[in-house]
């Protein structure tokens, strides 16, 4: 996953990524932190945080204790400009150094369509043993569905095709096989926003460990 992370997002992506896709993330950022707001977690993770645009929604809304974790030096070096603090750490999702039941929620957004299905399991069941029973889980990621627009399915297509590499083969087989179903089925599902034509969907899910 390191190798593949790091070849997916070099330096330079990294620093126009907030820019180049600003006005697409906004409202979905936006409405993570007023989800997350209203539950008023203690402890939150942000999973796969690149370079920590969300903690700075979520900075504005909360006060809560944020983390947020990612594998990619290039996406933390921008992260740690942000932030101000260390609280985006160097760690790999899939295996991560906090204990069970630690934090009351964690977020995913896009991470598990670009990675391969192998370690997005251990990404989406990592989330589900470090929250808490009946924490939340904030997932945001491509879906092409009966809902889906036309256009934001070529506008997914062509965005995936242009970032390239092993990363474009990871989003075929991620949609091809519908893998998002797969990652999320021992979750309850409490909502689901639809943004792009569709094609991007954010799913509050609640932990239930029972």
Not at 4 to 27: C, G, M, V
Not at 156 to 180: A, D, M, P, R, S
Not at 189 to 208: D, H, L, M, P, Q
Request: with cysteine.
């Amino acid at each position: 996953m390191n190798k593949e992370t790091k070849n997916n997002y070099n330096l330079f992506f990294s620093k126009i990524y907030d820019f180049i896709f600003f006005p697409f993330l906004h409202p979905i950022r936006k409405k993570i932190a007023a989800e997350v707001k209203n539950n008023n977690p203690q402890n939150l993770i942000d999973m796969c945080c690149g370079t920590a645009n969300q903690i700075k929604y979520l900075k504005k809304s909360v006060n809560t204790n944020i983390v947020g974790i990612d594998i990619s030096d290039n996406m933390l070096s921008v992260a740690s400009k942000k932030t101000k603090t260390n609280i985006c750490l160097k760690q790999d999702a899939s295996n991560t150094n906090f204990p069970d039941n630690f934090f009351d929620v964690a977020i995913l957004s896009f991470i598990l369509h670009e990675t391969q299905p192998e370690i997005a399991y251990k990404i989406s069941n990592e989330a589900k043993r470090i929250v808490k029973n009946s924490g939340k889980i904030y997932l945001t990621d491509y879906v092409f569905d009966k809902k889906t627009n036309f256009l934001g399915k070529a506008g997914t297509y062509f965005v995936e095709f242009l970032v390239g590499g092993q990363h474009y083969k990871n989003f075929k087989t991620y949609i091809k096989n519908n893998l998002l179903k797969n990652y999320t089925t021992d979750l309850q599902f409490v909502s689901e926003s639809k943004y792009i034509f569709g094609a991007i969907r954010v799913f509050t899910f609640i932990n239930n460990k029972n």
